[in-house]
C-alpha cells in the first residue's frame, strides 16, 4: 500500500472519527471473539477510536494500533489517553514489523479497498497472526457503482477515474463480495461472512449526506490531481454525481462484508 493513501487528509481523519460508533462497533464485531486474546492489531488504524475504546474495556490484552500514515499515527497518539495496554505504529501492511504467529486476533476496516495487492496483503496479515489466531477483513461493496438509473455519462467517467487509480495506487470499489475468496483461497478455516447494507441513497439526498459525499469527493480529487495523465474534467465529474444524488428519481447504495477466518 503506497504511503501515498487516497483519502489522507485532516479533514477525512475527522471525518471517520466521528463516523464509527466504538462502541458499537467493538460490541457488534469484535467483543464475542477476542475474550481469550492476549494481542490484538489493528491495521489501518486511523483516528484509533476503536482502539481507543478496546485499551478501556480490556484491560488485559495489548493492542497495538497501526497506519500507514505517519501523521494519522502521531496524531491519535496525542489525542488518545495513553493507556499502557495500546501502543501506535506507522508501517505499510505490505512489510508487517513483527515476528511471525504474534497476534491472537488481527482487525483491518476498511483498508482492502484502497489496496493494489490485497493478495500480498493478506499473505503478510496471516503471517503475523498465531496459529488458531483469528482475521477479520471488513470492506464496502458497490460503493459509487451501485446505483439507478445507470447513467451512461457517469459510468463511463467512474470506470476512467477508478482503472487510473487502481493502476497507480489501488482502488476496488467491489472489494467486499471478494474477501471470502480470498479467505478461501488463503486456507483459513472456519471462514465466517456477514452482509448488511452500508450507504443508502434514494429520492434527493439531504443536505447532511450531500456535504459528506462532497467532502469525501473533494479529498479524492486532491490526491487525484497527481496523476496528471487522468484526461478527465475531476470537477466536472464531482458535480456530475452530486447532481445525480440531487435527483428525485435515482437510488445509490452500497453493502457492508464482515469476514472472519481462522489460520
Known sequence: MSSNYLMES????????????????????LAKRIQSSKRILDIGCGPAVIDEHLALTFRDIQFTALDISVSRTIEASKNIHQYSNLSFISANVYELPFEDNAYDFI????VFEYLKYPQK????????????GTIMIQDIDGQFVSL????????????????????????????????????????????????????????????????????????????????????????????????YLERHDTLSFSNLFTVYGIK
Not at 107 to 110: D, K, L, W
Not at 121 to 132: D, G, L, P, Q, S
Open 148 to 243: 439507478y438509473p445507470e447513467e451512461k455519462e457517469l459510468l463511463e467517467s467512474m470506470k476512467l477515474i477508478f482503472n487510473k487509480i487502481f493502476q497507480c495506487n489501488g482502488f476496488d470499489p467491489m472489494i467486499g463480495r471478494k474477501l471470502y475468496h480470498l479467505f478461501y483461497m488463503h486456507n483459513m478455516r472456519q471462514i465466517d461472512v456477514q452482509l448488511e447494507p452500508y450507504h443508502l441513497i434514494y429520492g434527493k439526498i439531504d443536505s447532511e449526506d450531500y456535504d459528506y459525499w462532497k467532502n469525501k469527493l473533494l479529498t479524492g480529487k486532491t490526491h487525484l490531481e497527481k496523476y496528471t495523465d487522468i484526461d478527465y474534467n475531476l470537477n466536472k465529474y464531482i458535480q456530475v454525481y452530486l447532481t
Open 107 to 110: 482487525f483491518s476496516r476498511f
Open 10 to 29: 485532516y479533514n477525512e481523519n475527522n471525518r471517520l472519527a466521528k463516523k464509527v460508533n466504538p462502541e458499537e462497533f467493538v460490541q457488534n464485531y
Open 121 to 132: 496483503a493478506f499473505a503478510e496479515i496471516k503471517r503475523v497472526c498465531k496459529t488458531n
